[in-house]
């Protein structure tokens, strides 16, 4: 594994202007200059979408409550109760890919909260990556700590 300081000089020996660069010429700089330049780009990887606009409201009323481990008038309940919180509100984005609603994150939650899946086939299930799903989770956990703390320590 390269150091940070050879990924430095690595990438000084890309610029054409450094010329009489020490390292530039050794095997392990060759190495690492490979490695840059192969290191492959972000990836999009291949989600379900469309989960929660196109399959989700198709389920039964029985199917619902059995995924998400309440009934849809208590979801539409938590959902509305929750709105009020401005640490869930979607961001007014300049650029980039869409805003999750509060609905979208309150699925997410509740398939955490009742599953034994992974974050990963949740992230998946949800079309969200990973850093997505555990962002949005603590900040739905951490506004349901809150409303519990405030309604029953009180």
């Known amino acids: 594994m390269a150091s940070d300081g050879d ?3 690595a990438v000084m020996c890309l610029d054409d202007d450094v010329e009489d660069f020490q390292l ?29 606009e196109e399959v989700v409201p198709k389920y039964s009323p029985d199917s619902f409550r059995t995924f998400f481990r309440v009934s849809r008038s208590t979801f539409e309940t938590i959902a509305t109760n929750i709105a009020a919180y401005p640490e869930l509100h979607p961001r007014q984005p300049n650029a980039g890919r869409p805003q999750i ?14 599953s034994q899946e992974t974050v990963r086939s949740i992230a998946d299930r949800f079309d969200v990556s990973l850093s997505t799903f555990n962002d949005h989770n603590r900040r739905l956990l951490d506004v349901f700590t809150l409303h519990l703390k405030t309604k029953f320590i009180s």
């Not at 095997?27 to 330049?37: F, L, R």
């Not at 309150?106 to 909260?113: A, D, E, K």
């Open 101 to 114: 609603s509060i609905e979208k994150d309150l699925l997410m939650g509740l398939w955490y909260l009742g």
């Open 24 to 52: 530039c010429g050794s095997t392990t700089m060759n190495t690492v200059v490979i490695g840059i330049m192969t290191m492959p780009l972000r990836r999009d990887l291949p989600r379900i979408e469309n989960y929660v």
């Open 7 to 9: 990924i430095v000089a």
